[in-house]
Each structure stands twice: as structure tokens, then as C-alpha cells.
């Protein structure tokens, strides 16, 4: 009794966190909805399992034959089941109740689904339905028929049981005897189960529009000439033998259902699985190409528009491969906007530059946004500086990981298309306190991506802080401390909450802590996408949520998707498949293989409040608006969306990938042609993953301008090779997808042109190589190898960098980053060359500007744009690194003296460091290691000058 009961209030205990949780957040109805639809459904579902069962056996037991001479093995039964008889006629069903219940109660979406339905208002070429009854309608159906056949099927089992085992039914000999009352009921359930199996084939003539074939998904020509007619013709027979078992159950002959079942049989090998096969061998298959085009037709277009694909951009792009002089001028300011820096390499610099402290930490990948900085839109390497339990090592205790170090501090930016003059990233956002660009904003991350489990926050007014803000100043000194004074998680108010929570996180000093008052909040589930995944349980979410800096705020922004399995002639993809890539790694979903997919709700998450915020990005989406009626309040319409965060919302990158895994064979939509496959195309393999295991090249975020555009747009690309392999793959490029990812700006306008797929068609017999190609002769290049190996002089690592494509000068240009990093526990990738390829021509420079020059002949037509940021005298800063704040990404941490001369000698000392650095440079180009070496310690000794002079 107390162990149950102490069950019980642990139940209770988790059901009432989740409440609290919810209703912290405003979402509560999201999970009363929940509980109260499943609940409903595990009544219906025990009740609609257990009451059958239950008649069944009771019909079966009081119409058993009283004196009916039973065999010794029966009567050995009967004596082991009497004395739990009564037991197991309630038992059985509550038993099976139960898992049936537990079944319907998990199977609460299709069915508020089917309540709330939405017509899409398109039909199916089929059958002329609205595309609604295969989203919400047929799912319905087809689960409750399967439910009702499992009921009928386990009731006339155990009617059949009981009938045998109280003599209702016997054996004599080769006969079997049948008790009327035991014909009755086993012929009526017979006859029902067989009346559920009718409907069923008949619904199942609906379903090929959603089963995959061989060539495509949906009925072809023998499905709809030999299968859906035929499930017609079955679902008749069925219907009338399960009138012959009626018949029987009246004229007690079971002659005739017997002979029924067994046409049925018959009928179905025939009609179900012979006809269509003889119709497919010796009608299609000679003439597949004909008679299977309107079907491939439907295919492609229904493919198309269930994954959005319908109105793609498709431009003829007939690339040229010779790099002409001033062939770029045109394309001046996609070439101002090349991003030079790889979000995948630069975590390491973020690291050693940026995070102060070894309980600070940067994410492995980095993200890719963009600010408006001095009137112009600038792309932008971004982090936040979240918590790293870990690095407190032995001060890892409840008390400091609990309650004192709470949350991360801060947004690290870089620019996109620059670089100091050693390599490293130039910060329009960084130190701590944080200072740049990007104006002033709550920078503490309460909640990120990578925060502690749970926190204890807040604290009575007037109580002195106890949660680490920052450092500042001299090490272990100064630590400046703050007090949570946000709505972020539920209030420990009271003695039974404590309790709760201890009971919840298995930690009993939430409820004996000192530290824990009445003012305290509780923050967990803190991650971004586990919060809005929890408030929207219908939606699918991109695997990438990125940090933005909107109204003064740190805002996680998350896509969510809806999906479904059930778009008529639509081809499904395998969504843990198609985002997987060297970025990305392969990853479960709840639904896994879908065939219609949209971006409909754009999410946020306060970084300090944890505030969750749903919009409508496609409020005329059928599944979305059913969902709003089933979560009503729960999502704002997109015009609540400020200006400043339109400005950062993007196209996601996850329905992209989708979206290029299918266009890689729908691109094509001349069936003919489909039919043949001669044209599939496949992405490419990214060239830095291992030959071993190799992984699909990412898709990457661009300012570039397209052939249509009459300007540039921040975009999200992919390209395309062939799709074959062995002797006779060709790894050149044959199409380049691009969609403008830029939502809107500042005014709060969503641009028209968002989301606008644009496809280059390149000619099929082209020799653009493609990115592996580029790679091979990189790596083959006799100059690029000796200074490649120049470079991995003293055990450094030479690091490729993201192969970037762009479509200029009239052909597509490679650009690729290469980072050097040295051996040691604090060193990180520096970047020190740029690649540049066009056709078979390639350039391997100290910047792209130079790279561009030397392929273009000197006349590039624009700066591309990676500024190299040197040491000047605006670069030193006022403040000692032993403050620890930030520095831009040419500083070396210099004070200015005050000292007019002095500050005269560090200038003079400035210029003949810039000297001896060009110098170097030069000689690390050249392969003079004689001149490096006099420029390297030239180098080495003015810098020991200028810190001398600063008393350093």
C-alpha cells in the first residue's frame, strides 16, 4: 500500500512539473490538450476492446451445453480454470483493454487531425478527391478500421476458446461439433470481421496513390487498370461472404461461407496479385515508356508541388571556363561579399580569442547572419559564449554548477569577408563586456544550446548577487555577479514545489538549500529546440537553430516544419538522410520518411527569458491551420514579426537539402526523359571529407547576386554533378541551385522574393569541373603543393577551408579558405591563403583580392572584399588583456602609454612591424627561407621593443 502509493505521488509529482513548465510559458493548453485527447482516446480504446471481449466470453459461457459430456484432457481443464474462471472473464478484457487503450491514447495526432481537418483545396487526379482526404481522412479510416478488425478478431478467438473448452464445440472423430448458440456467434463475428475487411480493401484502392513502385510513387498504369479495380472486385466478394456467414448463422450450414472464404482466397491470388502481374509483364513492360507517361506526369507534378518545387527559376546557363580580364566587374559586389571565413574551422579562434574563461565555450560549427553595419548588410560568423560545466573541474559542485554558474554572457561576431593580417577573424562583436557593432542588447544566455541541465535563479530584492555575471580584471579578482530578474522557469515558492523538483532532478538540496528561497526559478529544458519542440509536438524542426541579435534581445530562431506521409503521388525521402552531411550528422525523427513538407511556423526563444514565440510563416498551409484549431492562441500571425527580426529570419537550410535531394531527379519533367534516366544528377561529395566515408558537400549561406537578379541577396546554394559512378562518372558540375534565403529588412516588409528557387542548367556536355575535380587540382598543383608545404613546416596542419561556388564572370568561380594551425593545446587555425579556380585555371594567393588578380589578369573589376585588417595605430587598444575584454582581430593587446613620445615610439615600432610582416609574408610566397627568417626575427624583435616600452 505505501509502495503504490509512493508510486503514485512520483506520478503525480512529474505530471504537476510538466503543468508548471507549460503554464510558465503560456502554453499550458498545448498540454492539457495532450492528456485530456489521450485520456479520451484510452477510455474509447479499452472500453471499445474490453467490452467485445468481455461479450464474447460471457455470450460463449452461458450458451455452453450444461450437460454435455466433455473428454477427460477438457475435464482437467475445466478443474484447473474454475476457481479463477470469474477472474479471468474480467481480467482477460481489462487486460487487453488496457494495451488497447495505451494503443488509441498514442494515436491522439491523426485523430484531432481528422477533427479539425482543412481542405487543401486541390484534388488528386485519380479520383478526384480533395488532397485533404489522403492528409487527414484516409490515416483516420484506415486506423480505425485496423482497430475495430484487431477487436472482432481477439473476440472471436476467445469466443471460440471458451465455446471449446465448455463443449460447445467437440470433436468426434474427423467431425467437428458445433453447438447452435456457438454457430450463431461465431458466424455473426465471422461475418462482421469479414464486413470490416470489405471496407477495408476497399479503402485500400486509395492508399496506391501512396505506395512507391519500382518507377514511381503512386499508381501506374497496371495499378490503375488491374489493382484498383480488382480491390473493387474483392471488396465485393468480401461483403457477400460475410453474408454467407449470416446465412449460416440462421440455416446453421457452413457450407456456403466455407465455399466463400475459399473464392475469396482464390480471388485474391487471382485478381489481387496475378492479374496485375500479367498486366504488368506483357502490357507495360513492352511499351513502359508510352503507357507509363500520364502517370509519370502526375508523378513529377505532384512531387514537385508537395515539396514546393513547383515554381523553380530554371535558367539556361552556359558556362564559360576561361577567366577573361574584367570579367568580374559586373559581378563587383557578390565579389565584395565572399566569405572567407568557414563557420566549420573557426571555432577554435573563437575560442582562444574570445572565451576568457575555461567554463565559457563556443559551438563545434558556427553560424552564418547577417547585420546592417554602416547602411550595408554584412555577413556575419556568429556564436554566443555559452556555460561549460565541465572546465570548473574540481569546483564542479551543486552549489557552483547550480547556482552560481547559471548562464553564458554574450555574442561573438566576425565578419564574413575579412581577416587580420595574421590570419585571424576580425570582431565586429565581441569581449566581455561585450562591445561593437551590434548596438546595445541583453547578452546573458540563460538559455543555449549548450546550458546546464537545471539552474536555481533569483533571489529576494535587496539580497546580494550570487550568479556570476563575468570576470573582469586581475585574475580570480573582481568577478562581477547579478541577480536573474526574468520569467524563465517555474517559482520555487513554497516547501511542496521544492519538493517536487528534488524529486524531479533526483537532488535534495533544491529542497535543503539555503540558496533556494522563495524568490528562486527553476530553468531546464533549456536547450532551443527542445523547448519549442515541446510547445509545438506536431511540428518538425531544423536541426540548426542560430543565434540573432533582434530588438535588443538574443533570440534563438528555429524552423519548424509540417510534414506528412500521405500527399498522393508524391515521392517520399528519407528526412535523417537528406540533411546528413559533413556538417550535419544523420539523426532520428518521429517521421522520418515523408512526401509533403513545408516551412510554416518561424520560431524564437528569448536567450534570457526563455520566452517561446510561435508566427506563422505560412498561414495558408492546411496542416498548420488544422493544427491552430486544435492549439488554438498557441501561434501569432506573421505580422506581429518585427522589422528587425524579419531581417534575420532565412531560409532553413534542412528543407533545402530536402529539396535538392529531390531535384536531383525532378528537375526533369519531360516523362519521357524521367522515365529513361538519363539526366539524374546527385550533390556532390564535400571534398574535405574523408575518401573513406565520404559525406554530401553542406549547402552555405552567400550575399551573391544570380544571372536574374539585379542585385545581390544574402542566399543559400548547393550544386550538382551527375548521378553515376564507376568508370564512367564525369565529376563536372551540371546544375546549381540557389534560393534567396533573405526574408526582409528592418521595415518589417517580407521581400517577394524570399524563397524563390533559382536553378542554372549548365549544358549537358559542359566541362565545369566540379568541387572534387577543383580539389584534385589544388592538391596536384606543383607551386600550390611546395607552398603547402612551406606551411607545414614545424608540425603545423594545413586546413581546407568551405569550397565555395559562385556564378561570375559568366562561369562559376571556386573559392576556398585555407587555414593553418599549429601543434599545441592553445593554438588555433589560422587563416593564411585563398585558393581561386575557374574552369582549370587556379590561383593560390595571400588574399582573395590578389587571388582574383593573378586569375583574372590583374583586372578583377572590384576589391573582392577580404580585407586584410594590418597593425595600426588605430588597433591598440585601451585596455590590457589582463581585463580580458576584447580586442579586434589585429590587436595585440598593446596599452597606450599617455606618454606622447612614448606613444610616438610605439608608432615608429608599428611601421617597421608592418615592414618586416609584408616582408615575411613575401618570402613565405616566394619560398626565400633565408628572407624569412631575417624578416621572421626582424619581427620578433620589434614587437619585444614595443612591449618593453610598454612595461610589459
Known sequence: MIAGLVILFFIFAGLYTDVLWFDQLGFVNVLTTQWIASAVLFVIGFIAMSVPVWVSIQLAYRMRPVYA??????????????????????????????????????????????????????????????????????????????????????????????????????????????????????????????????????????????AQGDLITGAAYTEVNATIPGRAILAGIAALVAVLFIVTAIIGRWRLPVIGTALLIISSLLIGSLYPWVVQRFQVDPSARSLESPYIERNIDLTRDAYGLADVDEIPYNAVTTAEPGALREDAETTANIRILDPALVSDSFGQLEQFRQYYQFPANLDVDRYEIDGKTQDTVVAVRDLDLDGLNDGNTWVNSKTIYTHGYGVVAAYGNQRSADGQPVFLESGIPTTGELGKFEPRIYFGETSPEYSIVGAPEGSDPIELDYPSGEEGAGQTYTTFDGDGGPALDNAFKKLIYALKFQSEQIFLADSVNDESQVLYDRDPVTRVQKVAPYLTLDSDAYPSVVDGRVKWIVDGYTTSASYPYSTPVSLSDAIADTETPAQPFALDSVNYMRNSVKATVDAYSGEVTLYAWDDEEP?????????????????????????????????????????????????????????????????????????????????????????????????????????????????????????????????????????????????????????????????????????????????????????????????????VQSTGDTSYPLLQKVLVAFGDQIAFEDTLDSALDVLFGGDSGAAAGDTEVPVTEDDISTTSPTDETATDGATDGATSTGDPATDAELKALLEVANTALAEKQAALSSGDFAAFGVADAKLTETIASMLALLGE
Open 623 to 819: 496542416l498548420l491551420q488544422t493544427w491552430q484549431k486544435i492549439f488554438p492562441s498557441t501561434v501569432k500571425p506573421m505580422s506581429d514579426m518585427t522589422g528587425d527580426l524579419m531581417s534575420h529570419v532565412r531560409y532553413p537550410a534542412d528543407l533545402f537539402k530536402v529539396q535538392r535531394a529531390i531535384l536531383g531527379q525532378y528537375h526533369v519533367t519531360e516523362p519521357g526523359s524521367f522515365y529513361s534516366q538519363d539526366d539524374a544528377w546527385t550533390s556532390p561529395n564535400d571534398p574535405a571529407s574523408p575518401a573513406a566515408n565520404p559525406t554530401l558537400q553542406p549547402p552555405y549561406y552567400l550575399t551573391m547576386q544570380m544571372p536574374d537578379q539585379d542585385e545581390p541577396s544574402y542566399s543559400l546554394y548547393s550544386t550538382f554533378q551527375p548521378n553515376a559512378s564507376g568508370e564512367g562518372s564525369r565529376n563536372v558540375l551540371t546544375g546549381y541551385l540557389s534560393v534567396n534565403a533573405d526574408a526582409g529588412s528592418v521595415d518589417g516588409e517580407r521581400d517577394d522574393d524570399y524563397g524563390t528557387l533559382r536553378l542554372l542548367t549548365l549544358p549537358k556536355d559542359g566541362t565545369v569541373p566540379g568541387p572534387g575535380q577543383v580539389q584534385n587540382q589544388f592538391n596536384g598543383d606543383p607551386t600550390v603543393s611546395t607552398e603547402l608545404n612551406l606551411l607545414r613546416q614545424g608540425s603545423s596542419t594545413v586546413l581546407n577551408g568551405n569550397l565555395l561556388t559562385l556564378p561570375v564572370g559568366g562561369g562559376l568561380l571556386y573559392v576556398q579558405p585555407v587555414y
Open 69 to 210: 459430456k466433455l473428454n477427460s484432457q477438457l475435464d482437467r481443464y475445466q478443474q484447473v480454470i474454475e476457481p479463477l474462471r470469474r477472474l479471468a472473464m474480467y481480467g482477460i478484457p481489462a487486460l487487453l483493454g488496457l494495451f488497447a487503450g495505451v494503443a488509441a491514447a498514442t494515436r491522439w495526432q491523426p485523430i484531432l487531425m481528422w477533427l479539425n481537418r482543412t481542405p487543401v483545396g486541390q484534388t488528386d487526379p485519380q479520383f478526384g478527391f480533395d488532397i485533404a482526404f489522403y492528409l487527414f481522412d484516409l490515416p483516420f479510416y484506415q486506423a480505425v478500421l485496423g482497430f475495430a478488425s484487431a477487436v472482432v478478431l481477439i473476440a472471436a478467438l476467445v469466443a471460440v476458446a471458451t465455446s471449446y473448452l465448455y463443449g460447445s464445440i467437440r470433436l468426434s472423430g474427423r467431425e467437428v461439433l458445433i453447438s447452435k448458440a456457438a454457430r450463431v456467434q461465431i458466424a455473426v463475428t465471422a461475418s462482421l470481421y469479414l464486413f470490416l475487411q470489405a471496407i477495408s480493401i476497399w479503402f485500400d484502392q486509395y492508399s496506391t496513390l501512396t
